[in-house]
């Protein structure tokens, strides 16, 4: 297999642009469109040959950047869009697209974002139990409210009145944000038993969890649907969700 020219790489591709300076933009080999290399995706080809998600940018090799939903990556399989697209973006070289490329694409945002709430966690970032969790958002300490995707609707909506009440928001509807992710895997993510509701306490914190959270958000084709109104609970929702480890 033809070995494709190095394509340069930064060390973090979520990383700000220096000051002043606006973030480095690839273009979607789909769309054609131009954004900003973090708000996309780069696919590189393995030794095997076979296009795999490179979420971090960092494979070595020529890449392929895709800025679509996963809805639009699956059609583009199918209707061999994504084929012609990577032939002329790895210049012809031998290259086989898997059947599940969408899930491996997805599991790698996922994974970005459990990562990254581990990482901020240790930082001493991150609250978790209801009730330390409701201790700050009525100190105005939090500066980002989330939940499973599986949680109920008492626990989100109390914790929501404690924000605005330490924001001195009330009234204004402000709430936290349903996650693409359910308690199974925020538990995993955070080392704790029955992870359902989270909140950071650092505004730098919140926009390197953003960051990824907006790409897996994206890929799944749930742009708007961040707010506690606009996101419907998952079917195996839990009415009571004090159960909730409290105090860690």
């Keep these: 297999m033809r070995i494709p020219h190095n394509e340069p790489l930064s060390s973090d591709i979520v990383g700000k642009a220096p000051a002043g300076k606006t973030p480095p933009e690839r273009k979607c080999v789909l769309t054609g469109r131009h954004d900003a290399r973090g708000d996309l995706t780069r696919l590189a080809i393995s030794p095997d040959g076979d296009v795999l998600p490179d979420v971090m940018a ?5 890449g392929a950047w895709i800025g679509v939903n996963r809805e639009t990556l699956e059609k583009a399989i199918a209707n061999g869009k ?22 491996r694409v997805e599991q790698a ?3 970005l974002v459990t990562d990254r709430l581990g990482i901020e966690l240790r930082a ?21 409210l989330g939940h499973a995707n599986d ?10 009145q404690a924000w605005r009440v330490g924001e001195g928001a009330e009234g204004s509807g402000k709430k936290g944000m349903i996650l693409p992710l ?26 390197r969890v953003a960051a990824p959270l907006q790409r897996l958000m994206h890929f799944l084709g749930h742009e708007t649907e961040t707010e506690i109104d606009a996101a419907k609970p998952h079917p195996g929702a839990v009415a009571d969700d004090d159960i909730d480890t409290k105090g860690e």
Excluded at 58 to 62: E, I, M, T, V, Y
Excluded at 151 to 160: F, H, I
Aim: hydrophobic residues 45%; glycine residues 12%.
């Design 124 to 144: 001493g970032n991150v609250l978790l139990g209801t009730e330390k969790i409701a201790q700050g958002c009525r100190a105005g300490a939090v500066t980002f």
């Design 82 to 103: 994504l084929k012609g697209a990577l032939a002329r973006a790895f210049k012809g070289a031998q290259l086989s697209i898997p059947a599940d490329l969408p899930d």
């Design 151 to 160: 949680a109920g609707t008492d626990g989100p909506n109390k914790l929501a």
């Design 58 to 62: 960092r494979a070595p090799g020529r």
């Design 182 to 207: 359910d308690r199974a895997a925020l538990s995993v993510a955070l080392g704790r038993d029955n992870v359902v509701h989270l909140a950071l306490t650092d505004a730098a914190a919140t926009a």
């Design 109 to 111: 945002l996922r994974r």
